[in-house]
């Protein structure tokens, strides 16, 4: 029951962050709601007992990206903020074709509602299986270790094509701006 | 009782603010935002199927976290973009970026 009540807080902080984020007309204001939306989702992943993806959620979004989004706006900086993030004329359709997907979305999660169900009482089993096992083992099991497990073993060569893939990014994010300084 | 449709729903209703601060905002860097709200609904349904599902290794999670990896370095170069940009037309809107229109 306190899983339904942390459920709804949470949903209701992050739809109402994002809302705010795309509904507000100063860009920093944006940018400060987008890190409660973040900050909401990390706690979303706690109540899913993935753990290790919350920590990396709040290292990674809340305080890595939310800090390089606030860089960019001051560093695009205008004489006044209060009118710097608004609709462009495509606004009232993008809105509808978002109700209209969002509509569709939730038809199509609903109908598929009895296979969900039969997979929520499976995992639930599947669940009080694995704590009726760990009672009896008294060291304390987080995702990290499960996950650490395949990322390193299974997964490592994506794992190694991901950090280069970071590289290569931060390098080109050096080039793009120092090239940036002196427009040929 | 929370189950997955919940969080199939609340990603889906993310998914859809996300896209439409993609599609409607005026400003590079408030386009970027709803990129990465996207983004972020997409780990949720990543990590809710494999909390649900019923496999053992916990495959969702590993996706979920190179999402993360990559929007970081997505995040890096769009904003370096958006900078440059800036610094030689002094302005980030993307209604304006029509250079390559015929």
Redesign the interface.
């Known amino acids: 029951m306190l899983?339904?009540v942390l459920?709804y807080i949470y949903?209701l902080i992050?739809?109402v962050s994002?809302?705010a984020?795309?509904l507000s007309r100063n860009?920093v204001h944006?940018?400060l709601f987008?890190a409660a939306?973040?900050l909401g989702?990390a706690f979303?992943?706690l109540?899913?007992?993935?753990d290790?993806?919350a920590v990396?959620?709040i290292l990674?979004?809340v305080g890595?990206?939310s800090v390089?989004?606030v860089?960019?706006?001051m560093?695009?900086k205008r004489a006044r903020m209060e009118d710097?993030?608004?609709?462009?004329?495509?606004?009232v359709?993008?809105?509808f074709?978002?109700?209209a997907?969002?509509a569709l979305?939730?038809r199509a999660?609903?109908v598929s509602?009895t296979v969900?169900?039969h997979?929520?009482v499976?995992?639930d089993a599947?669940a009080k299986a694995a704590g009726s096992a760990a009672g009896s083992d008294p060291t304390p099991s987080g995702?990290a270790v499960?996950?650490s497990g395949?990322?390193l073993g299974?997964?490592a060569l994506?794992l190694e094509a991901?950090g280069l893939?970071?590289l290569?990014?931060?390098t080109?994010?050096?080039a793009?701006?120092r090239?940036?300084?002196k427009?040929s | 009782?929370?189950?997955?449709?919940?969080?199939?729903?609340?990603s889906?209703?993310?998914?859809?603010?996300?896209?439409?601060?993609a599609?409607?905002?005026?400003?590079a860097?408030?386009v970027?935002?709803?990129v990465?709200?996207m983004l972020?609904a997409v780990?949720?349904n990543l990590?809710?199927f494999?909390?649900?599902?019923?496999h053992a290794?916990?495959?969702g999670?590993?996706f979920?976290?190179?999402i993360?990896?990559?929007?970081?370095?997505?995040?890096?170069?769009g904003?370096?973009?958006?900078?440059?940009l800036?610094?030689?037309r002094a302005n980030?809107s993307?209604?304006d970026l029509d250079s390559l229109k015929g």
């Open positions: 899983q339904t459920f949903a992050i739809v994002a809302l984020m795309v860009l944006s940018a987008m939306a973040f989702m979303i992943y109540l899913l007992q993935a290790y993806v990396v959620q990674v979004y890595a990206v390089l989004f860089f960019g706006v560093l695009t710097t993030n608004r609709f462009n004329r495509y606004g359709i993008a809105v074709v978002g109700l997907l969002f979305l939730v999660i609903t509602g969900t169900a997979a929520a499976a995992a599947v995702s499960s996950i395949l990322l299974e997964m994506p991901s893939l970071l290569a990014a931060l080109g994010a050096i793009l701006g090239s940036g300084s427009p | 009782m929370i189950g997955l449709q919940h969080y199939l729903i609340l889906a209703l993310l998914f859809c603010i996300g896209l439409v601060g599609v409607a905002k005026r400003n860097i408030a970027l935002m709803g990465e709200l972020n780990n949720l990590v809710a494999d909390r649900f599902g019923s290794a916990p495959l999670q590993a979920a976290v190179f993360i990896a990559v929007a970081a370095a997505e995040v890096a170069v904003l370096a973009i958006i900078l440059t800036y610094r030689r980030t993307v209604d």
